[in-house]
């Protein structure tokens, strides 16, 4: 049996996309010439596409060299950059659809970037999940893509886009227009991932717009949950695995305590209780509780663990975390990942800091943790060196661009967001 004094480290949450002149040979030749005349006026819309910084999102070999010098031996691949015809990236809330032939372009946008993906996860076979994308306007072809996708091997799953208002789209998740994409993705074992920022409506341009959107952008990924769990989704596809990516940790027990508060209400009060009568129809059509159907089928991509999320892990479950670099964002814990790992699960059990760092990831998205093992032996952080922990006054002033490391190095200011990854759970009630 072999035996290894290193973790075997797998990124929950790292980011990734083609160079945009290398999406041409994969966009269906139709298309070719209008993406000649999109592609004249592009302009990258974020750093970490723009000059040195940009050759990360695509460049294979920098890629595995930079991940492997942060003890890094795997990762789940979201999108980065901005596919054809799409006016930022897909990650982010899109203008509303404009009519048909808009759908189209921006379709064969998202064929092309998961074609170039199947191509850069199979560079590194084994060592990449990638994340593939649909859109939800037609809901046949949404699924022929999660079958052509399943096939292709990309096995870090679906990612689900927004439904804001404005999108044109049903509003509430459980609606029976997606009924049929939740069976999909059940029966062929394809997990349904919500990344936080891909469902958030723009309200405009201006200061007050940006900062509320950034405020609020959490919140509409939050109520995937509830439409899923409230709307018998999960009742209804107990095969389906759902993930929530970097949207931190301290809203899931409060989201779990209040429904199953409002359900168990709903259960023994409707009578008494003129309005839960609509609870009490719920509560009927669910065989368990909000929180065990989170046990039974849900995950929790924590990008930048900080350490007051660690100390309410149990509160998640066992087995449920995840933990993420989210390179090469601005924010991630690059180039102090090791440093992150050792801050945030020094003196745990070795066997829960082994579930966080892959064992969890292994499991959800279909890591072979043997293969990875010899990588891990290589370039892993040592189970001795984690336990040690890291004094946080010992870091460069720039490690404070990390949440993982907010409030506790003085340095600059976060360049983008924390949202709650550094609070404590309120009490939920």
Known sequence: MHTSDRYVVISADCHGGADLPAYRAYLDPRYREDFDLWAETYEPPYEDLKGEQGSRNWDSDRRLRELESEGIVAEVLFPNTVPPFFSTSSLGSQIPVRDADDLRHRWAGLHAHNRWLAEFCAAEKGRRAGVFQVMLQDIDEAIDEVRWAAGAGLSGGMLLPGAPPGSGL???????????????????????????????????????????????????????????ILGGVLEENPDLTLVFTEEGLAWIPNQLKAMDGFVDSART?????????????????????????????????????????????????????????????????????????ALSYAGLPRHEVAGMLGGTAAKVFGFDLGLLQPAADRIGPRHDEVAAGIDPATLPADAAKCPAFAGLVTGSSLTRRVDNRAAQPASAG
């Not at 459980?174 to 723009?202: Q, T």
């Not at 609509?278 to 350490?307: D, N, T």
Request: proline share 8%; net charge negative; charged share 20%.
């Open 170 to 228: 049903p509003p509430l998740y459980h609606h029976d227009y997606y009924g049929r994409l939740w069976k999909v993705c059940a029966d062929l074992g394809i997990p349904v991932n919500c990344h936080s920022g891909s469902a958030a409506p723009r309200t405009g341009d201006e200061p007050e717009d940006h900062v509320l959107f950034m405020l609020e952008l959490s919140w509409w990924d939050h109520r995937v949950l509830r439409h899923l």
């Open 269 to 341: 009060d409707a009578h008494v209780q003129s309005e839960l009568t609509f609870g009490a129809q719920i509560a009927r059509k669910l065989s368990l509780r909000p929180s065990e159907f989170w046990q039974r089928q849900c995950y929790v991509g924590a990008s930048f663990m900080h350490p007051s999320e660690t100390r309410i892990r149990d509160l998640m479950g066992p087995g449920k975390i995840m933990w993420g670099s989210d390179y090469p964002h601005t924010e991630s814990t690059y180039p102090y990942s090791k440093s992150a790992i």
